[in-house]
């Protein structure tokens, strides 16, 4: 009797010793696969002008690294448009773009678009590029760190221009402590047109290990029309060609200290709108006069972050 009560006690006691054993390493393992899923779908956004974690944001914010733009193939703010849930764009070609966000955009309320002050701003580096116009800058997409479409009013951080919200464009950062180099290239055909090509290619490099990078980045874009003016005779009007260059210079020595200069160079040829006359039954215009026209854009943003104890400045 004793030896027969001793195996079930034996095996209760086993089983209450290993029993929170096993709990606890569950537990730990369960934290631990919390915390590597924490780490891996964290996604730092500055959309109040510090590193934060997009969870901590009370903002509807869609967010694409370069990387993903590639791999998805956005090659203009036309394919942004396309993968991002409420912003839409009243697009008459390349650089010819009025964004809304939820609805709303620049015009007043006799519809009229032109000459309006902006309801959505886009920014470069941070700095403002919207123009007064229907026609808004086509930024370079070809060597981007990021793009974030902050959805909803945010005059509060970026003025007046941002009752619907911000669409914010940033150059990819060089790397402190290696050489990066990537080339790409497409070739494409224009139904009515004719072939469309780019080139572009970056390069990064540490000037000083772990402490200095500049990282540059170039395009050599040239698409075919395919809208054709009768009127004048000419074919092809609302081509477009386009050379543009970013730089980004990035100094940080330490944690507490960081000095980023960057600069875009855009040059442009933007040809007709996309736009046909409704009395024809191809692409064709009938009114003369072709409306195009040239665009040569500069930018540098200058941008210090210096950790001040509790302080960010």
């Not at 006690?9 to 393992?29: D, L, N």
């Not at 203009?76 to 448009?81: A, G, K, N, Q």
């Not at 409704?278 to 854009?297: C, F, H, W």
């Amino acid at each position: 009797m004793h030896g027969k009560s001793l195996i079930p006690g034996f095996v209760f006691a086993f089983a209450s010793i290993s029993k929170p054993s096993v709990a606890q390493e569950a537990g730990e393992s369960g934290a631990a696969a919390a915390e590597d899923r924490r780490l891996l779908e964290e996604i730092i956004v500055t959309a109040r002008f510090r590193d934060e974690s997009v969870d901590d944001v009370g903002q509807t914010i869609n967010l694409y690294t370069g990387d993903e733009l590639r791999r998805r193939g956005v090659v203009d703010f036309d394919d942004i448009v396309r993968i991002t849930p409420g912003l839409d764009s009243l697009s008459r070609g390349p650089g010819r773009n009025l964004p809304y966000i939820r609805g709303i955009s620049s015009q007043n309320a006799n519809g009229d678009f032109f000459n309006q002050p902006s309801a959505n701003t886009i920014f470069f580096d941070e700095v403002p590029i919207t123009l007064l116009t229907i026609n808004q800058t086509e930024v370079p997409l070809m060597d981007l760190g990021r793009v974030e479409v902050i959805k909803g009013s945010q005059p509060t951080y970026f003025g007046e221009g941002s009752v619907g919200g911000s669409i914010r464009f940033f150059s990819r950062d060089p790397s402190l402590n290696e050489v990066e180099t990537r080339f790409g290239s497409e070739v494409s055909s224009t139904r009515g047109g004719d072939l469309n090509y780019s080139v572009d290619a970056a390069f990064g490099i540490p000037l000083v290990e772990d402490r200095l990078g500049l990282r540059v980045g170039a395009i050599r874009e040239d698409r075919s029309g395919f809208i054709d003016n009768v009127a004048e005779g000419t074919d092809d009007v609302n081509g477009y060609e386009r050379i543009a260059a970013t730089a980004v210079l990035l100094f940080e020595p330490n944690d507490r200290f960081a000095w980023r200069l960057s600069g875009f160079y855009q040059d442009q040829d933007i040809g007709s709108e996309q736009a046909a006359s409704l009395d024809v039954e191809d692409l064709d215009l009938t009114v003369p006069g072709p409306d195009t026209r040239e665009d040569e854009s500069v930018l540098v943003a200058n941008k210090i972050r210096w950790d001040i104890r509790q302080v960010t400045v």
